[in-house]
C-alpha cells in the first residue's frame, strides 16, 4: 500500500512539471527595425539571438523566450519588437586620450511589449545603449553593442514585473 501511494505521489509530481512551465507568459522576440536614415553596421538577426539568449539567461524565470507565436490557446503571449532610433560610432583615439568611458560607441533604442491577444502595448521604454568598457569577445560577430542591447532590455523587462 505504501509502495502505491508513493508511485501515485511521484506521478502526481510529475505530471505538474509541465503544467508549471505552461504557467508563464510567452515572450515572442521580433527582429528590431531601423528608424529611416539610420546607419547600422550589425545583422539585426544577430542582435535577435544574442537578445533571446540574455533573455533567457536573466528573464527565463518569468517568461518562455520563443521567436514564433505558440499555436496552442491558453498562455498569456507578448511580443516583444522595437526599432533602433540612432547609432554613433565610437572613437578609439578619444577613448584613449580623453578616457572615463567617453568615446563609446552608442545607439538609442526603443522597444515596447505589447499583449497578442489584445493587442495593448503593456510596457514601453527608450534607452541608450553603450559599448561596454572594455569590450566584449564577441564583438568581431555580433558587434560592441549586442550584450548591452540585450542586456538591457532585459532588466527593463525584469524591472517591469509582467511575468
Same mark, same amino acid.
Given at each position: 500500500?505504501?509502495? /502505491?501511494?508513493?508511485?501515485?505521489?511521484?506521478?502526481?509530481?510529475?505530471?505538474?512539471?509541465?503544467?508549471?512551465?505552461?504557467? +508563464?507568459?510567452?515572450?515572442?522576440?521580433?527582429?528590431?527595425?531601423?528608424?529611416? @536614415?539610420?546607419?547600422?553596421?550589425?545583422?539585426?538577426?544577430?542582435?535577435?539571438?544574442?537578445?533571446? %539568449?540574455?533573455? +533567457?539567461?536573466?528573464?527565463?524565470?518569468?517568461?518562455?523566450?520563443? %521567436?514564433?507565436?505558440?499555436?496552442?490557446? @491558453?498562455? +498569456?503571449?507578448?511580443?516583444?519588437?522595437?526599432?533602433?532610433?540612432?547609432? =554613433?560610432?565610437?572613437?578609439?583615439?578619444?577613448?584613449?586620450?580623453?578616457?572615463?568611458?567617453?568615446?563609446?560607441? %552608442?545607439?538609442?533604442? =526603443?522597444? /515596447?511589449?505589447?499583449?497578442?491577444?489584445?493587442?495593448?502595448?503593456?510596457?514601453? =521604454? %527608450?534607452?541608450?545603449?553603450?559599448?561596454?568598457?572594455?569590450?566584449?569577445?564577441?564583438?568581431?560577430?555580433?558587434?560592441?553593442?549586442?550584450?548591452?542591447?540585450?542586456? +538591457?532590455?532585459?532588466?527593463?523587462?525584469?524591472?517591469?514585473?509582467?511575468?
Amino acid at each position: 500500500m505504501a509502495k /502505491r501511494l508513493a508511485i501515485l505521489a511521484l506521478l502526481l509530481a510529475l505530471a505538474a512539471i509541465p503544467l508549471s512551465a505552461q504557467g +508563464k507568459p510567452s515572450l515572442v522576440v521580433g527582429t528590431f527595425a531601423l528608424a529611416d @536614415g539610420v546607419n547600422w553596421p550589425y545583422d539585426m538577426k544577430q542582435m535577435q539571438l544574442q537578445t533571446i %539568449t540574455e533573455l +533567457k539567461i536573466k528573464d527565463g524565470q518569468y517568461f518562455e523566450v520563443i %521567436t514564433e507565436a505558440p499555436k496552442e490557446a @491558453g498562455s +498569456k503571449v507578448y511580443l516583444l519588437d522595437g526599432e533602433v532610433l540612432e547609432w =554613433h560610432a565610437g572613437n578609439r583615439a578619444k577613448r584613449l586620450m580623453v578616457g572615463a568611458g567617453s568615446g563609446r560607441e %552608442t545607439a538609442k533604442i =526603443h522597444y /515596447r511589449l505589447t499583449d497578442a491577444a489584445s493587442g495593448q502595448r503593456v510596457f514601453e =521604454h %527608450t534607452d541608450t545603449i553603450r559599448q561596454a568598457f572594455w569590450g566584449n569577445a564577441y564583438a568581431n560577430s555580433v558587434g560592441q553593442l549586442a550584450q548591452p542591447f540585450a542586456d +538591457k532590455i532585459a532588466d527593463r523587462l525584469k524591472e517591469a514585473k509582467l511575468g
